[in-house]
C-alpha cells in the first residue's frame, strides 16, 4: 500500500529565506509524486510532480522538488519564500493506473507554511 | 472560466437531513472524483467514476451516493447527515491518460457544516 509522510505540520520562514517541506513515500512499486498547494477557503491546485526521468522537477512559482530513491524522499524547496506562498501544501503519492481509468491520489497529512515579514 | 465548479460553496443543515452537492468540470476530462477533508486538513477519496462509470469506493458508508448523469458532472448526496460528515468536500477531475501520472484538477470546495 502506498503511503506519505510529511514532517512538519507546520513551518514557518522568514521572507526572503530558504522554504523547505518534508516529504517522505512509501510505494511498492515506482511511484509518481506530486505536490499541490492550498491556499485559503480555495481548491487544491498542482504545483509539480515527478513521473519519469529527470529527479529534478521544476513547478509554478519558483517552486522545485527532487525526487531521492534511495532516500524515498520528495522534498519541496523553494529559494525565497514570499508573502504569498503562505498556505497548506500536500505532498501525494500514485502508484498504479486504475483499472477502468483514472489513478489513486493517496495524500500526506498537509505542511501549513508560514511566512513572516 | 472556472474549471471545476462545485455548488453550494456553504451548506448548514441539521443532524437526519438530506442532501445534495454538485459538481461540474468543463475540462473535457473522462474521470471525476470525490474527496473528503475532515477537520485537520485530511484529504481522502472517496469515490471515483469514469465516464459514468462507479471506479473507486473508498469504504463509504452508503448514506454518501454519488451520481454521474454524464461525464461532465458527479454529484455527491448525502442521505441522514450525521455530526461526523461535517467537512469540506472537494471534487476533481483528470484526464485519463491510461497511466498514474494524471493530473488531477481540484473545485474550489464545499463546507457542509452539520449541526
Known amino acids: 500500500a502506498q503511503s506519505v509522510t510529511q514532517l512538519g505540520s507546520h513551518v514557518s520562514v522568514s521572507e526572503g529565506a530558504l522554504v523547505l517541506l518534508r516529504c517522505n513515500y512509501s510505494?511498492?512499486?515506482?511511484?509518481?509524486l506530486f505536490w499541490y498547494v492550498q491556499y485559503p477557503n480555495q481548491g487544491l491546485q498542482l504545483l509539480l510532480k515527478?513521473?519519469?526521468?529527470?529527479?529534478l522537477v521544476k513547478g509554478i512559482n519558483g517552486f522545485e522538488a527532487e525526487f531521492k530513491k534511495s532516500e524515498t524522499s520528495f522534498h519541496l524547496t523553494k529559494p525565497s519564500a514570499h508573502m504569498s506562498d503562505a498556505a497548506e501544501y500536500f505532498c501525494a503519492v500514485s502508484d498504479l493506473p486504475l483499472t477502468g481509468g483514472g489513478n489513486k491520489l493517496t495524500f500526506g497529512t498537509g505542511t501549513q507554511l508560514k511566512v513572516e515579514l | 472560466d472556472t474549471a471545476v465548479s462545485q455548488t453550494p460553496k456553504y451548506l448548514v443543515t441539521q443532524m437526519g437531513n438530506d442532501k445534495s452537492i454538485k459538481c461540474e468540470q468543463n475540462?473535457?476530462?473522462?474521470?471525476m472524483y470525490w474527496y473528503k477533508q475532515d477537520s485537520k486538513k485530511f484529504l481522502k477519496i472517496m469515490f471515483s467514476?469514469?465516464?459514468?462509470?462507479?471506479?473507486i469506493n473508498e469504504t463509504v458508508p452508503n448514506r454518501f451516493s454519488p451520481k454521474s448523469p454524464d461525464k461532465a458532472h458527479l454529484n455527491l448526496h448525502i442521505n441522514s447527515l450525521e455530526l461526523g460528515d461535517s467537512a469540506v468536500y472537494f471534487c476533481?477531475?483528470?484526464?485519463?491518460?491510461?497511466?498514474?501520472?494524471?493530473?488531477?484538477?481540484f473545485g474550489p470546495g464545499t463546507r457542509l457544516t452539520v449541526l
Open positions: 467514476y469514469n465516464n459514468k462509470e462507479l471506479i
Open positions: 510505494s511498492s512499486v515506482p511511484p509518481y
Open positions: 475540462l473535457g476530462h473522462d474521470t
Open positions: 476533481a477531475s483528470s484526464q485519463v491518460s491510461g497511466s498514474a501520472t494524471d493530473t488531477q484538477y
Open positions: 515527478y513521473t519519469t526521468g529527470a529527479t
